[in-house]
């Protein structure tokens, strides 16, 4: 037995397999055998001439690169990845002069006479320090007090300093300058001309690129809009004070612009006496700032019949007003049923906005409302004519103005409007304080009777003692002081737009209810006053609700005299302030 047969005995298949592979067995059977594949004697030839061919080749791009006596080597090139280069922050690249105000060389295209004509990458050597710096100071925060001060030509920067030392002195925020153009005067010598001492406490940054004096306006609104963002990152400003554009350079305002609302930012761009007549902005945190634009002013009107002389006058002291270039209110106007052909001519004459000297087309801010004679009314269908004159969009951003005929405000009544309504209603103070949500509006005048009409109201006052130099001597004046009162005003009073909606839903519910089924109620306001009065003094009883009362005059400072002058709020033939008006 075969040495497969005796390993595999036991197996009855395997000792079959085994006994086939016998010698001397012959299969009768024909069998079959794959076809055994010949390489073909042509195939080595075909292999040579295959090597020969890319022997040929390789010979033809060796000869062919050979270079000639008198031709310079090719230089090998080199596929190691280069050193990286160092952040403008800690060092300067080597590529670019050590200092920016060495003039880049001129490109060779036509544009070489121009004298700004640099468009090369941009670096800023001197930002990187300042904003690090503050951001040690956790001032990156997102809920933060930073302001911006932001300039381009030195005449703005002269502008805008007096501003922002002032906001810095009285220290309800955080104020930052910024300084993006092309002058290359250092920032020092800059700080030094504009007589800024140590007491101004701003935090200075010189966002200026390398090769500014030399850089095209491409250049510069990409510089600019860079710096800002760099600028957003570290310390997150909550609005951003420029200069009047007339003043800047085009490049600055189109990049500020541009870029403050990619970012959601607010820019005020100051008017040009706005270090004279505007200085009260420093006075306003940066809350209140914030709110410079959101904020939606409606003037409503109600006008008696007969009373064109009062109402044109009202309507020419609105037009003559100051608006510091900030959005003029709307106005509506209640006219009576019999409109006077005086009042009629006026209206047909009056554009409201005013139209700028370009002549810019723009939509009409003005509403007239002409109601039709339904007999004399009563009470109740006076409130809702006048109630139903006002609903604001946004509660939180609209409010309403409500002017009486018999009032000629002044040319800063809108200074002193916007100041009071920025301070009370968007503060961070007033946010954390309680009787902030208790606060109907604000009063523009001081009123001179009770609301019953029974005697006179005498405004309490404070009194100051007033040294002039260093003299014993001291002059003792009395001052009216600011004042919370629980009582309505229909001649001049703005009242905020979520106190103007309680209102609408009080009286949805007061009127309706049956005055056949309650107790009649001694009226409070007298009837020389208008009606709706009467139910807002009701529901300022039952939510505790009051109105600020100020003085009625906002001094400032008048810059051809440098007296001070006294803008009043002038009603009828009695005075609140300085002025009577017959």
């Keep these: 037995?075969?040495?497969?047969?005796?390993?595999?005995?036991?197996?009855?298949?395997?000792?079959?397999?085994?006994?086939?592979?016998?010698?001397?067995?012959?299969?009768?059977?024909?069998?079959?055998?794959?076809?055994?594949?010949?390489?073909?004697?042509?195939?080595?030839?075909?292999?040579?001439?295959?090597?020969?061919?890319?022997?040929?080749?390789?010979?033809?791009l060796f000869f062919k690169n050979i270079p000639a006596p008198d031709h310079p080597p090719m230089v090998r090139p080199n596929y190691t990845r280069p050193p990286r280069e160092p952040s403008y922050s800690s060092q300067k690249p080597q590529a670019i002069p050590e200092s920016p105000s060495q003039k880049p060389p001129h490109p060779e295209r036509p544009s070489d006479a121009e004298k700004h004509y640099y468009e090369g990458p941009i670096r800023f050597y001197n930002l990187a320090v300042s904003l690090h710096a503050i951001a040690r100071l956790w001032d990156h925060m997102e809920a933060n007090k930073n302001v911006l001060f932001a300039a381009s030509s030195l005449r703005s920067v002269s502008e805008l300093i007096p501003i922002a030392c002032e906001m810095a002195r009285r220290q309800r925020n955080d104020v930052h300058f910024a300084l993006m153009g092309r002058d290359d005067l250092e920032m020092d010598k800059i700080i030094f001309l504009n007589g800024v001492?140590?007491?101004?406490?701003?935090?200075?940054?010189?966002?200026?690129?390398?090769?500014?004096?030399?850089?095209?306006?491409?250049?510069?609104?990409?510089?600019?809009?860079?710096?800002?963002?760099?600028?957003r990152t570290f310390m997150?400003?909550?609005?951003?004070?420029?200069?009047?554009p007339s003043r800047e350079d085009g490049f600055f305002t189109r990049a500020i612009r541009a870029k403050a609302v990619e970012l959601g930012k607010t820019v005020i761009e100051l008017p040009t006496d706005a270090s004279e007549h505007l200085m009260w902005i420093a006075r306003?945190?940066?809350?209140?700032?914030?709110?410079?634009h959101t904020t939606y002013i409606d003037i409503l009107i109600h006008a008696p019949p007969y009373s064109s002389g009062s109402?044109?006058?009202?309507?020419?002291?609105?037009?003559?007003?100051?608006?510091?270039?900030?959005?003029?209110?709307?106005?509506?106007?209640?006219?009576?049923?019999?409109?006077?052909?005086?009042?009629?001519?006026?209206?047909?004459?009056?554009?409201?906005?005013?139209?700028?000297?370009?002549?810019?087309?723009?939509?009409?801010?003005?509403?007239?409302?002409?109601?039709?004679r339904r007999g004399l009314g009563n009470a109740e269908e006076a409130t809702i004519r006048h109630v139903e004159s006002f609903y604001p969009s946004r509660p939180a951003d609209s409010h309403v103005l409500?002017?009486?005929p018999q009032v000629e405000l002044s040319p800063l009544y809108f200074h002193f409007l916007m100041y009071?309504?920025?301070?009370?209603?968007?503060?961070?103070?007033?946010?954390?304080?309680?009787?902030?949500?208790?606060?109907?509006?604000?009063?523009?005048?001081?009123?001179?009777?009770?609301?019953?009409?029974?005697?006179?109201?005498?405004?309490?006052?404070?009194?100051?003692?007033?040294?002039?130099?260093?003299?014993?001597?001291?002059?003792?004046?009395?001052?009216?002081?600011?004042?919370?009162?629980?009582?309505?005003?229909?001649?001049?009073?703005?009242?905020?737009?979520?106190?103007?909606?309680?209102?609408?839903?009080?009286?949805?519910?007061?009127?309706?209810?049956?005055?056949?089924?309650?107790?009649?109620?001694r009226k409070i306001i007298s009837e020389l006053y208008p009606a709706w009065l009467e139910y807002l003094q009701e529901l300022m009883r039952a939510r505790g609700d009051t109105r600020v009362h100020r003085k009625s005059a906002l001094r400032t400072l008048s810059p051809a005299g440098r007296t001070w002058i006294d803008t009043t709020i002038q009603i009828g033939s009695r005075r609140s302030g300085a002025h009577t008006r017959p």
């Design 1 to 60: 037995m075969s040495l497969l047969g005796r390993i595999f005995a036991d197996d009855e298949e395997l000792g079959k397999k085994d006994d086939d592979r016998k010698p001397g067995k012959i299969n009768l059977l024909p069998t079959w055998s794959a076809r055994k594949n010949t390489p073909p004697a042509l195939w080595p030839r075909k292999r040579t001439l295959l090597y020969g061919l890319m022997a040929c080749v390789a010979l033809y």
């Design 197 to 231: 001492d140590e007491q101004c406490n701003i935090d200075w940054h010189d966002a200026r690129p390398d090769f500014s004096p030399w850089s095209s306006d491409f250049r510069m609104e990409v510089s600019v809009s860079a710096a800002l963002g760099h600028i």
């Design 236 to 244: 997150h400003p909550q609005v951003i004070i420029t200069d009047d």
């Design 284 to 292: 306003l945190d940066s809350g209140s700032l914030a709110a410079w």
């Design 311 to 372: 109402l044109i006058r009202l309507l020419k002291s609105i037009e003559a007003a100051d608006y510091f270039g900030h959005r003029r209110p709307h106005l509506t106007i209640e006219l009576p049923e019999d409109i006077d052909p005086p009042t009629r001519v006026y209206l047909e004459q009056l554009t409201w906005p005013p139209l700028d000297w370009a002549g810019t087309p723009h939509a009409s801010q003005i509403t007239l409302r002409h109601r039709v």
């Design 402 to 404: 409500v002017l009486s």
């Design 420 to 521: 009071h309504l920025l301070e009370h209603r968007y503060s961070s103070l007033s946010r954390h304080t309680p009787q902030v949500k208790n606060l109907l509006g604000l009063s523009l005048e001081l009123p001179f009777m009770h609301l019953n009409d029974s005697m006179l109201f005498y405004p309490p006052k404070t009194t100051t003692r007033k040294t002039k130099h260093d003299d014993d001597d001291a002059k003792t004046t009395e001052e009216t002081t600011p004042f919370l009162w629980q009582s309505p005003n229909s001649n001049a009073a703005l009242y905020f737009g979520d106190k103007w909606i309680e209102f609408h839903s009080f009286l949805v519910s007061r009127l309706a209810v049956d005055p056949t089924k309650t107790p009649g109620r």
